[in-house]
Nanobody, 126 residues
Framework: QVQLVESGGGLVQAEDSLRISCAASGRSFSNSAMGWFRQPPGKEREFVAAISMSVGSTFYRDYAESVKGRFTISSDNAKNTVYLQMNSLKPEDTAVYYC????????????????WGQGTQVTVSS
């Protein structure tokens, strides 16, 4: 079975940094993409970032406008693990962050994937 295991969430202050991780297991992800959605309190789930797990010249990264320039998504393809480095955190970044894996950047970008992590809480205080 496909399993996504997240770690790294927690409580931080505004302008702090935090890195969350997601390790995928259960099948080959060499032609997949992984990414992050988040759900702020009282709001709908929204796209955060995505990254291709493919080798070669098809590597892409994509970010929501609200996090571009502050967040960086990266991956360790050998470990099927994706990271989200979050810098200059703001209170509005407070949300449950969900890891996802899909067949490509399109499905991951749109959230049309079959596998999600359990979610990890990130809280930014001010």
């Amino acid at each position: 079975q496909v399993q996504l295991v997240e770690s790294g969430g927690g409580l931080v202050q505004a302008e702090d940094s935090l890195r969350i991780s997601c390790a995928a297991s259960g099948r080959s992800f060499s032609n997949s993409a992984m990414g992050w959605f988040r759900q702020p309190p009282g709001k709908e789930r929204e796209f955060v970032a995505a990254i291709s797990m493919s080798v070669g010249s098809t590597f892409y990264r994509d970010y929501a406008e609200s996090v571009k320039g502050r967040f960086t998504i990266s991956s360790d393809n050998a470990k099927n693990t994706v990271y989200l480095q979050m810098n200059s955190l703001k209170p509005e970044d407070t949300a449950v962050y969900y890891c996802e894996v899909g067949q490509g950047l399109g499905p991951v970008r749109s959230g049309r994937v079959g596998y999600w992590g359990q979610g990890t809480q990130v809280t930014v205080s001010s």
